[in-house]
């Protein structure tokens, strides 16, 4: 192009016609491209830091990330949709910042105060991304994770397709990734009892489009259990049958939790 307006009358100036446009391009690309990683950089620091705080859980919020997205593709969701909520199922817990360390690791049951505590994380979560623009409709996904279909969730109490959709599919993803994973205090279930569990809680503690676009998911791609640490848990890992609370997460009066999931 430059070569053609060269010969005719624009001459040397030809350059700057041609050149000018692909330099604003080029330089917005690079903008876009560094925005972006720093996106990534700032969810990966809050990460690192929940799960320094809570060693327990480390790696469950990459984990629902992931299962987030397997979920939302089976679903039909839009790419442009699918990032933020990768963002919102990796912070979903991003409020345990808020909580006091040593309930986040009580291998014990909690007092209601104690429990209480811990189950203000959403809103503690909430408060701590808000000024995060580019997290768009992800920060009621952390909001709102602990809400149940049928209104008796927290910390609103909303019900059925009130609950904001990302919502409902990160409940999903959080509870099988607790139930299939080990932890000091709980052994990880095998992922056909996960599923039969998800399963028998949809409907009422569970949106059942997203039960089902999980059940897909994992039959299509398979799911690989996070592993004990090296040398493993056993002998001081007690095996607790599906439908018993995990003894660190009793469940709140009211509040039916399906097993394996954590508040």
């Known amino acids: 192009m430059v070569a053609v307006l060269w010969q005719g009358p624009y001459g040397a100036f030809a350059a700057v016609l041609a050149l000018l446009p692909l330099s604003i391009s080029a330089w917005m690309f690079a903008q876009g491209h560094r925005e972006a990683s720093a996106h990534q950089a700032t969810v990966r620091a809050l990460v690192q830091a929940v799960e320094i705080k809570d060693a327990y859980t480390r790696g469950h919020s990459e984990r629902v990330g992931r299962a987030s997205v397997l979920i939302a593709r089976q679903l039909g969701m839009a790419e442009d949709r699918l990032r933020t909520l990768h963002f919102a199922g990796t912070l979903h817990d991003v409020g345990k910042l808020g909580v006091a ?10 007092t209601d105060d104690e429990r209480r505590a811990v189950e203000v994380h959403p809103v503690f979560g909430h408060e701590l991304v808000r000024e995060l623009a580019f997290l768009g409709e992800a920060r009621d996904g952390i909001l709102h994770h602990h809400e149940r279909l049928d209104g008796r969730g927290y910390p609103n109490g ?106």
């Open 101 to 110: 360390t040593e309930l986040l690791r009580r291998n014990g049951p909690l």
């Open 158 to 263: 909303l019900a059925g397709e009130r609950i904001p959709e990302f919502a409902r599919i990160i409940s999903v993803a959080d509870a099988f990734d607790s139930m299939t994973s080990t932890r000091s205090y709980r052994r990880g279930r095998p992922v056909a009892e996960a599923v039969a569990e998800l399963q028998r809680c949809a409907g009422s503690q569970f949106d059942p489009a997203m039960v089902s676009a999980l059940v897909a998911a994992v039959d299509e791609h398979g799911w690989q259990p996070e592993p004990p640490p090296p040398g493993g848990w056993d002998g001081e890992v007690p095996d607790i049958p599906l439908g018993v609370p995990e003894p660190a997460r009793p469940p709140v009066p009211g509040h039916r939790i399906a097993a394996g999931g954590s508040p």
